[in-house]
RNA sequence: GCGCCCGUAGCUCAGCUGGAUAGAGCGUCUGCCUCCGGAGCAGAAGGCCGUGGGUUCGAAUCCCGCCGGGCGUACCA
């Protein structure tokens, strides 16, 4: 690494001021400023109190006793305060940019992780509706998270937890019966917390059309290995509705529970989601891992009892107070289940789970991560990170929320509207605790002037300029230094120079969990490469500048492909009409 | 009350873990298509980075106090 290589001749420099690796972490960081090189340290600064000397001076002094390679550092300038600026040799950048492009090469070096197996969980919405457009948010970061881990050198998994337990799945068979009952001409009262979302009355409509083979066949949609526990219930809804009530309303709570995740794994492909596993929490229940996570919990003595019920002792784990598991009429909590689960995820040998839950959540997320110490799980294998709320704002006033009510915007009402490479790079482009409004109307205006068609347009321009040169019987062959090095103009420069900062973006990202980096730079990728195209024209120029500004489209085609591919937005060859 | 998050251009947001003159998109204004795609380029206007202190060579960034907003504070999920 190059940064590596100055780190070290800067180290050489100070042993004369008797400063050595462990006194001095020295960071290089690239300044806003061209004007200012390519790479900065501030060292002079950091040490010119410890020295007791003028920064500016001891700048100097550093500089003067550092060599390097002119092949790799043309020059290094001390400036402002006491900066010491370094300004790489463009042989040097070249060598990056193929290095990048090898497959081999710095995009196989980032992959630090020796593939160790983390678990990625995100949306995880109750069953009991469509997806809202809350969940966009979830699966954008979510999916972009496990695409980033993947690139740096993990085995990244998606999965999706569901909750087909407990009470809110027979408020659903209950609700979805109430509404097929009324259809049939029964009166009924709805049941109080009831869901009272238009699509269980579609819902109860189609049930009323269907017929037993209709419904099998729904059900065989589902035969895909994390699905195998979806099956529809026998008979028909006709069936269904004499059975005695409890009976009956499981049987709804079925149905419904199977076209919900069916609708929420199409909206899910729609936005380009994979999991590769689904979980029930149902199968915890089954498998009595929810017993012997509580057995487990027993045994290392971090339970009591209390009041009639079983308490966790979080307070020993540096939750605020203690937490129920199992309530005093016997029926365990949704947090034990958790804990059921999250056991099982690290039993299942991931090497770290990560988590995305939703701000209401992060009260929570000290009593879990004391569970699985409780369980003899090292405190930081479970990651929560939070993902702070969106205000959804329709006619400038925010919706409420609220899938028991029915009131809510659908995940697919806003792929539909505003498709969903724009959504994804809305929330894509923000930092992940950052509370965003997302303007709807102004989203479906905007959505045609959004600033992934920047960088689309940017990747459709460069596969228009290699088809023409195609037609004019160019063909630019392999990217090559010497193909590179006819590069002169300052465009060209500095899109090469943002360029060779991929590597490090896809590390900084995956790091920090921070997938909006990478917004952040293809926008300045396509940017450069806009101005680049303004000001050099590629096709019709003297041979070998024509062929380096060709080459100089190729790998900015690939940062981009490669960039879009990790964020889940499409690489057009074209751009459609503009409407 | 306590805990977490946030407050940066008219609006929506970045600001790479403390650096040099605080950026982008949208909106407003001015130029640029006989020229590889104008979903583009060049430029203008617009800021006490909520506020008051502190830390140091240096603060939008770190610490403390206020002000304002969101969320949480269940034997709900």
Known sequence: MLEDLLVKGLLAALEKFGVFEEDVNIVLEKPRDRSHGDLSSNLAMVLGKRLGRKPRELAGEIAAGVDFPKSIVESV???GPGFINFRLAHSYQVELLLDMLDP???LEDIKTGGNK?????????????PLNVVSARAGAFGMTLVRLLDAIGYDAHAEYYVNDAGRQVKML?????AHYLQLAGETVDFPEDGYHGRYLEIMAQELMEQDTAAIVKAASAFNDESFQRVQAPPGNAEDWRKLPEDESVRHFAKFALMKILSWQRDTCRRFGLRFETWYFESELHESKRIERALDRLEKVGALYTEEGATWFRATDFGDEKDRVVVRAEGLSTYFLADIAYHYHKFQRG??????FWGPDHHGYIQRMQGAMEALGVPRDWLEVQ??????FLEGGRPIKMSKRAGQFVTMDALIDEVGADVAKYIFLSRKPNSHLDFDLDLAKEQSNENPVFYVQMAHARICSVLRNAAVEGIDPGDVTADSLGNLTEEAEWNLVRELIRLPQVIVSAANAREPHRLTGYIHEVAGLY???????HILGEEKDTTLARLHLCLVTRHVLRVVLALIGVEAPEKMGEKV
Do not use: K, M, W
Request: with cysteine.
């Open 77 to 79: 300038e001390i400036a």
């Open 104 to 106: 081999a090469g710095a």
């Open 117 to 129: 197996r983390i678990n990625v969980e995100f949306i995880s919405a109750n069953p009991t509706g």
């Open 173 to 177: 068979g209950l609700s979805l019966r």
């Open 350 to 355: 991931f090497e770290r789970a990560i988590d």
């Open 386 to 391: 939070i993902l702070q709320q969106v205000t």
């Open 530 to 536: 806009h101005q680049f195209y303004h000001q050099c």
